[in-house]
């Protein structure tokens, strides 16, 4: 089973989703997916969980250390509702659109952010957010504060870094993030809660675990410089060609679709 994710917040989150959803009834899924697609699904989802299971051992962490976001935007969102039965709570989007409608349709998950959002974006974003996991500018950390301000809501995020130093990757570069933590004193409804990161995409895995490590490495120098509201306990790192590696590292939340979802792609 995949960890539950708590943070601070979510029964506000939880009751004004159900209010908010009780007017959402028309969009949620109505074609019932075949019994040989709930089981192609389960046997991909228990092969992940072996997988995840077998690299905490390894770490010698316990496997409720680590949560699965399901990241469902290769597939329909009728196979998306299936993932609740099957244990996994957390579902992950990169798509403003698809995130919203995918919201609606599914209001009884966890929903996270994993793409790059844009400040347009930000409004009709924030009452459906569970984690927002990429937060790559301080441009985009002040919008979010005042918007959250506006909406008087609380909503939490991860700080992206460009730990790989790709020149097509948003984030931070790991030497801007100390000083980064004075600007984060000014936030009150914005609640930085880790840091998010991509690796370099590559065949052998291991050549992601310098990247990381060094994020985690510096996940542990920031969290002693930070003070509440902020508390940085999350480590968002991995996807389906690493995230083995990244969970070794002390990924605390792994991003994972390809694996999840193949041969049910639409």
């Known amino acids: ?56 051992r390894r770490a010698d962490r316990a496997r409720d250390e680590v949560t699965l976001v399901a990241v469902t935007k290769s597939v329909s969102v009728e196979v998306a509702a299936l993932l609740p039965a099957l244990g996994v709570a957390d579902l992950g989007e990169s798509r403003a659109q698809e995130f919203w409608s995918r919201a609606a349709a599914l209001p009884s998950v966890r929903w996270h952010f994993v793409g790059h959002l844009q400040r347009n974006k930000i409004e009709r974003t924030l009452p459906l957010v569970h ?58 409804q914005v609640h930085v809660r880790g840091l998010m990161t991509m690796a370099a995409l590559t065949e052998d895995p291991e050549q992601c675990r310098q990247t990381f490590a060094g994020v985690r490495e510096l996940r542990e120098r ?37 694996a999840l979802f193949e041969g049910l792609a639409t």
């Open 1 to 56: 089973m995949s960890r539950r994710l708590s943070l601070p917040g979510e029964s506000a989150y939880l009751s004004e989703r159900r209010t908010f959803w009780a007017t959402e009834l028309s969009l949620r899924p109505t074609h019932v997916p075949s019994d040989s697609v709930k089981s192609l699904l389960a046997a991909n989802l228990n092969a992940v969980e072996k997988r995840i299971h077998a690299a905490c």
């Open 222 to 258: 920031l969290r002693i410089q930070v003070s509440p509201p902020h508390e940085l306990v999350h480590l968002s790192m991995g996807m389906t060609n690493d995230f083995e590696v990244a969970i070794e590292e002390g990924a605390t939340l792994v991003r994972i679709g390809t």
């Open 131 to 188: 984690l927002l996991h990429s937060v790559d500018s301080l441009r985009l950390l002040h919008a979010l504060e005042r918007e959250a301000e506006k909406q008087r809501r609380q909503v939490n995020v991860l700080l992206e870094v460009n730990a790989s130093r790709e020149a097509n990757k948003q984030g931070f570069a790991p030497e801007e993030m100390a000083s980064l933590v004075p600007e984060l004193a000014n936030l009150r």
